[in-house]
């Protein structure tokens, strides 16, 4: 005769105990790594707070030239990063970190390239090799 109890929907309770458990573990996972993250970047952040040309944007003070390049970069950014999240998204290390609606962004940085460049904006431009 077992030990466990079940409850009234079906579940025993240690499978409740070893969800719970799961669940607090996978949140320790995303805190740590966001502080992995956010220490492990905070030098370039520094650094990148620190350029003319974010000084210059923070102002509103920026060429248009130079906001069409950086929007370019961030469009080619999220477009591998998305690929990669989607690639991933059920692997174990990572499905507690897959948050599409929250991260993904090409859709939108899309829309910005066709004001920047026009409709046929991917002719024009190509992923820059840097």
């Given at each position: ?44 952040h520094d ?84």
């Amino acid at each position: 005769m077992s030990a466990e109890v079940e409850t009234s929907e079906g579940v025993d309770e240690s499978e409740k105990k070893n969800s719970g458990a799961l669940e607090k573990e996978n949140q320790m996972r995303m805190a740590d790594l966001s502080e992995l993250l956010k220490e492990g970047t905070k030098e370039a952040h520094d650094r990148a707070e620190n350029t003319q040309f974010v000084k210059d944007f923070l102002k509103g003070n920026i060429k248009k030239e130079l906001f069409k390049l950086a929007t370019t970069a961030l469009y080619f950014t999220y477009s591998a990063l998305e690929e990669e999240m989607e690639r991933n998204k059920d692997h174990p290390a990572f499905a507690p970190l897959y948050f599409p609606m929250e991260l993904h962004r090409k859709e939108a940085l899309t829309k910005d390239m066709e004001y920047f460049f026009g409709e046929n904006w991917e002719e024009q431009v190509q992923c820059p090799k840097a």
